[in-house]
């Protein structure tokens, strides 16, 4: 028997996450050319999770609007009971140096409330 590649009702592939996904700038500096398998996730805001760990992380997947009618790609990572979320660049500019906005991934850690800086 063949199963099926996509749930039922939402028409969403298994394997991997839609094109808009991975084109964005974003997923190529967090996975460059890795296949990321994804599968359908209820987290809140999230419409995709990682199938396996990237390196060593629970991964989860999410677009959101901004004012501009671009789409923040949303990531989320836990590791050890932390969780992580991208911050998009465009949001610090003019907060800090440029050094510390061109050049890292910023993360908020959700369990200390801290903003870390990530080097590429």
Excluded: C
């Excluded at 974003?26 to 209820?42: D, I, N, Q, Y």
């Amino acid at each position: 028997m063949d199963f099926p590649t996509e749930i039922r009702g939402r028409s969403v592939p298994l394997s991997r996450p839609p094109r808009e996904y991975e084109d964005h700038p974003m997923w190529r500096v967090l996975f460059g050319r890795t296949a990321v398998e994804v599968m359908p996730t209820s987290a809140t805001a999230m419409q995709f999770s990682a199938k396996r760990q990237y390196k060593g992380y629970e991964v989860r997947f999410g677009r959101k609007a901004t004012s501009f009618g671009d789409l923040d790609l949303l990531v989320q990572a836990s590791y050890s009971n932390i969780d992580y979320e991208t911050i998009p660049s465009r949001l610090l500019q003019g907060v800090f140096l440029d050094h510390f906005i061109n050049d890292v991934v910023h993360w908020y850690n959700h369990m200390n409330d801290t903003l870390e800086f990530r080097p590429i």
